[in-house]
């Protein structure tokens, strides 16, 4: 079945170092990739899509790449900030009428000052 | 992107008993999810309310545990039947959008003592 699998977290940095959390999906069809992003207390946010193969989605500093060849769509930031702590979520859409989402296992990220 | 409201927020409940939970949405929409996100955990679907049509129910997800109402293209409801510790999670309600991707409330935080 269509799954996504998420780099186990929690991720410690300090403010200033660079961010990766992997994600690899599994997907019968041609899917939709996305990060969410879910702040302490608060619901999910959209954080940045790719919609086709080779795709870079960018918000917020943040960047990932669709990776076709390798399944993969990896969040990467050059310079995370305390402000980046939260729960990142990596998640697959079958672009079938359905729009069912299915989402990864989360990854913390905890930046420290 | 939408802007979607939950009510109640939060809501401490005793076992046996019932929750209904309100998501409203700013503009009309066609598609509505129903979400679970058990302590620690990632999201997973519940059911998909589509207005003017009965609920889709995923695997493990019954409506006459979670019966869901859809009576308009802004509003729907889901209850929570019966309610058990194992309830005990955070239940978000969101909406499609063009691209695939899906906007979220800000979720009903649920215990059950």
């Known amino acids: 079945g269509d799954s996504v699998t998420q780099m186990e977290g929690p991720v410690t940095l300090s403010e200033e170092a660079f961010l990766t959390i992997n994600c690899t999906y599994t997907?019968?069809?041609?899917?939709?990739l996305f990060w969410y992003v879910q702040y302490p207390g608060e619901g999910l946010q959209l954080l940045l899509k790719?919609?086709?193969?080779?795709d870079k989605g960018s918000n917020k500093g943040f960047e990932a790449t669709y990776r076709k060849e390798t399944t993969s769509f990896h969040l990467e930031k050059g310079s995370v900030q305390v402000s980046d702590s939260a729960v990142y979520f990596c998640?697959?859409?079958?672009?079938?009428?359905?729009?069912?989402?299915?989402f990864g296992t989360g990854t913390r990220l905890l930046v420290s000052p | 992107s939408a802007v979607i409201s939950q009510k109640p927020s939060r809501d401490i409940c005793q076992r046996g008993t019932s929750l209904t939970i309100q998501c409203q949405v700013d503009s009309q929409v066609t598609m509505m999810f129903w979400y679970r996100q058990q302590p620690g955990q990632s999201l997973t679907l519940i059911a998909t309310?589509?207005?003017?049509?009965?609920?889709?129910?995923e695997s493990g997800f019954v409506i006459d545990k979670f019966p869901i109402s859809r009576p308009n293209l802004t509003f729907s409801t889901l209850t929570v039947s019966n309610m058990s510790p194992e309830d005990s999670s955070i239940y978000l309600c969101s909406v499609g959008a063009s691209s695939y991707e899906q906007y979220f409330g800000p979720g009903t935080r649920l215990t059950v003592t």
């Open positions: 790719a919609t086709k193969a080779d």
């Open positions: 997907a019968t069809g041609y899917p939709s």
């Open positions: 998640a697959l859409s079958l672009n079938t009428g359905f729009q069912k989402l299915v």
């Open positions: 309310a589509n207005q003017g049509s009965e609920a889709t129910y």
